[in-house]
């Protein structure tokens, strides 16, 4: 079973950058795709950003040009940089990670951008 630990979130100034972080671990099996969902207050969750292990990458519109995921796949790491983050931002970031056949999830962790 995987064992998802995120880190980085907080709040933060518009305009400003963190950096999210989430290392896979417990499982043997190779994972194939690690990202991050959100979900902000009234709405469902979507998804911010993923990538294969091979390093395709798929991003929402709303973050594009500011958010890059990237991942360690040596680690079973994958991060979000956040720039110029925005009071829409404001969301719970959950990190996700699929190996096959299963989805796992990680705890969430506050992304909170003051106006």
């Known amino acids: 079973q995987v064992q998802l630990v995120e880190s980085g979130g907080g709040l933060v100034q518009a305009g400003g950058s963190l950096r999210l972080s989430c290392a896979a671990s417990?499982?043997?099996?190779?994972?194939?795709?690690m990202g991050w969902y959100r979900q902000a207050p009234g709405k469902q969750r979507e998804l911010v950003a993923e990538i294969t292990s091979g390093g395709s990458t798929n991003y929402v519109d709303s973050v594009k040009g500011r958010f890059t995921i990237s991942r360690d796949n040596a680690k079973n790491t994958v991060y979000l940089q956040m720039n110029s983050l925005k009071h829409e931002d404001t969301a719970v970031y959950y990190c996700?990670?699929?190996?096959?056949?299963?989805?796992?999830w990680g705890q969430g962790t506050q992304v909170t951008v003051s106006s």
């Open positions: 996700h990670a699929y190996s096959s056949p299963y989805n796992y």
């Open positions: 417990g499982s043997r099996l190779s994972i194939n795709r």
